[in-house]
């Protein structure tokens, strides 16, 4: 990456995390599209690497790439800096990357338990934090935090999974609330099935007749980029039928787990 002068102007970027599949790489494809300047993180360089030159050749836009573990990384604090000293401001925030891990709690392993906390909350809460004041400064900014329906209610053998996401839902219900009048807008996604490298990452069985009805990551990124068009706040993303959303988010918490 190479520094800008200072008295070069900045330019607005958004930064995307989990860039590298999925629907982070849906909202690195959609917002590309749109002729937004990218930051791209993830862990795998050579597939970021791919995906910047593809973006920048097919787009003409400006598309970097930053390979971070977001689960160990000390050196998120340092972020921001670096990037101004770039002449890049990050006005949209995508937190999307995240992991889940299928099995029993005593089964799940400590450190993959561990992770899962580190990347979906504390990864998303610390890029919160390092980039909402210059938003709110600037009165001009946007979040986007990827949670899912598994936040609304408790999902016996994705125990931790479940809990990160309702860490996800109600911090950006929070911030909301917070944010109003300030010209930063935050929208909390909340996909159900999504066909994407997830379920095998989770270690999930899932049967091939079922993995085609999944929503592809596209629909979630566009019903995400509506949702916060249209200043809502929590929005579920993807096939949920309207009795579905309607059950995670009104029936008995513990009616919704069995069905589950
Ligand atoms: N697929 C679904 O059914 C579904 C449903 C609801 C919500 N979600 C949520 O959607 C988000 C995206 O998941 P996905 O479905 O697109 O799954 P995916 O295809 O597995 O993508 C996950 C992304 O997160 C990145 N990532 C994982 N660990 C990381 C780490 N330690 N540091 C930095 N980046 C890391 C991965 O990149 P690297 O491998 O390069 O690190 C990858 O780009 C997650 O938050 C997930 O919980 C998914």
Not at 112 to 120: G, I, K, Q, Y
Not at 166 to 195: Q, R
Not at 205 to 222: F, G, H, R, S
Not at 250 to 259: H, M, N
Request: with cysteine; net charge positive.
């Amino acid at each position: 990456m190479t520094e800008n002068s200072a008295s070069e102007p900045k330019k607005n970027y958004a930064l995307i995390t989990g860039a590298s599949s999925g629907i982070g790489q849906a909202f690195a494809k959609v917002l590309a599209s749109k002729k937004k300047p990218l930051i791209l993180i993830g862990r795998d360089e050579q597939k970021l690497k791919a995906l910047s030159e593809e973006l920048r050749s097919r787009e003409g836009i400006d598309v970097r790439f930053l390979p971070i573990d977001l689960a160990r990384s000390k050196e998120l604090p340092l972020l921001p800096g670096k990037l101004q000293n770039m002449g890049i401001t990050i006005d949209v925030l995508v937190n999307n990357a995240g992991f889940g891990k299928f099995g029993r709690e005593e089964e799940v392993r400590y450190e993959d338990a561990l992770n899962m906390v580190n990347l979906n909350c504390r990864a998303l809460l610390a890029l919160t934090k390092l980039f909402l004041p210059e938003m709110v400064r600037r009165h001009k900014g946007a979040i986007i935090n990827v949670a899912s329906t598994a936040g609304f209610a408790p999902w016996p053998d994705m125990a931790t999974y479940a809990a990160t996401k309702a860490f996800v839902i109600s911090y950006s219900e929070s911030l909301a609330e917070e944010l109003k009048s300030t010209g930063v807008k935050i929208v909390c996604t909340c996909p159900g099935p999504v066909a994407t490298a997830f379920q095998e990452r989770a270690g999930m069985k899932v049967d091939l007749n079922e993995y085609k009805n999944y929503a592809d990551p596209q629909t979630i990124v566009e019903e995400t980029l509506g949702a916060l068009k249209s200043n809502k706040t929590l929005v579920i993303t993807g096939r949920s039928t309207g009795k579905t959303k309607w059950a995670l988010r009104f029936l008995p918490r513990s009616l919704v787990s069995k069905i589950i």
